[in-house]
C-alpha cells in the first residue's frame, strides 16, 4: 500500500471522550501477551456461562429484610428499604435486575455499588447502579475513605461511604480476571 493510499483509506475512529474504555482499569498483558480485561474474559463462552448462571441464580433467590426482635428474627415491614428491596428498587429495574447486575459486576470487577437514593425527610427513594469502572477508592488528607464518580456527562461526583451500598466479591475486591492471571 503507497502512503497516498494508507493516507486516504478509512480508519477505525478513537474511542470518544465519554466511551468507557478510557475508564476501565489498565491491565497488563499475560504471559501470552494477550491483553485480558473483564469485557474481553466475557467474551470466552466459558466464563459467560458461568458468571450467568451465578447471576440468574442470584436473582431468583427472594428478599428478606429482618430485624431482630428479641431471640427471633421478624420482617422489618416498618424499615424504608423493604417495598424497594422487595419491588422496584429503582426507576429501570426489578430487584431480580439489580441483583444480577451486581452480581455479574461483583464476580468479574470484584466490587458492585449502587448509589441510596433518599427524598428530603431521608425515607429511601432507591438504589442506582454505579458503574464499578468509573467509581475510584480515594482517601482524604485525615485517611478516611470516600468515592470519586465519572458519570456519563463526565461530570465527577463524590460519595462517603455510607451513601453506597456495595457488594464484594468472592475474592475480597479482586476481579476474577485479576486472580486467575
Known amino acids: 500500500m503507497d502512503l497516498l493510499t494508507a493516507w486516504l483509506s478509512p480508519r477505525a475512529a478513537?474511542?470518544?471522550?465519554?466511551?468507557?474504555?478510557?475508564?476501565?482499569?489498565?491491565?497488563?498483558?499475560?504471559?501470552?501477551?494477550?491483553?485480558?480485561?473483564?469485557?474481553?474474559?466475557?467474551?470466552?463462552?466459558?466464563?459467560?456461562?458461568?458468571?450467568?448462571?451465578?447471576?440468574?441464580?442470584?436473582?431468583?433467590?427472594?428478599?428478606?429484610?429482618?430485624?431482630?426482635?428479641?431471640?427471633?428474627?421478624?420482617?422489618?415491614?416498618?424499615?424504608?428499604?423493604?417495598?424497594?428491596?422487595?419491588?422496584?428498587?429503582?426507576?429501570?429495574?426489578?430487584?431480580?435486575?439489580?441483583?444480577?447486575?451486581?452480581?455479574?459486576?461483583?464476580?468479574?470487577?470484584g466490587k458492585a455499588y449502587a448509589r441510596k437514593v433518599y427524598d428530603d425527610f431521608g425515607r429511601p427513594l432507591g438504589l442506582v447502579p454505579l458503574n464499578p469502572d468509573r467509581l475510584r477508592r480515594m482517601k482524604a488528607a485525615d485517611g478516611s475513605p470516600f468515592y470519586r464518580y465519572r458519570n456519563v456527562q463526565d461530570r465527577e461526583e463524590t460519595y462517603l461511604p455510607d451513601e453506597l451500598f456495595a457488594l464484594i466479591g468472592p475474592f475480597g475486591g479482586a476481579s476474577v480476571v485479576d486472580v486467575l492471571r
Open 14 to 109: 478513537a474511542p470518544g471522550p465519554l466511551n468507557d474504555y478510557w475508564y476501565t482499569p489498565y491491565r497488563s498483558a499475560t504471559a501470552s501477551g494477550v491483553l485480558v480485561s473483564a469485557d474481553t474474559a466475557l467474551m470466552h463462552p466459558t466464563l459467560f456461562a458461568c458468571v450467568r448462571v451465578l447471576t440468574e441464580t442470584v436473582g431468583m433467590l427472594p428478599v428478606h429484610l429482618l430485624r431482630q426482635a428479641g431471640r427471633r428474627r421478624v420482617p422489618a415491614t416498618d424499615n424504608g428499604w423493604y417495598d424497594l428491596l422487595r419491588g422496584k428498587p429503582n426507576d429501570d429495574q426489578t430487584w431480580q435486575e439489580l441483583a444480577e447486575l451486581m452480581t455479574g459486576w461483583a464476580a468479574v470487577r
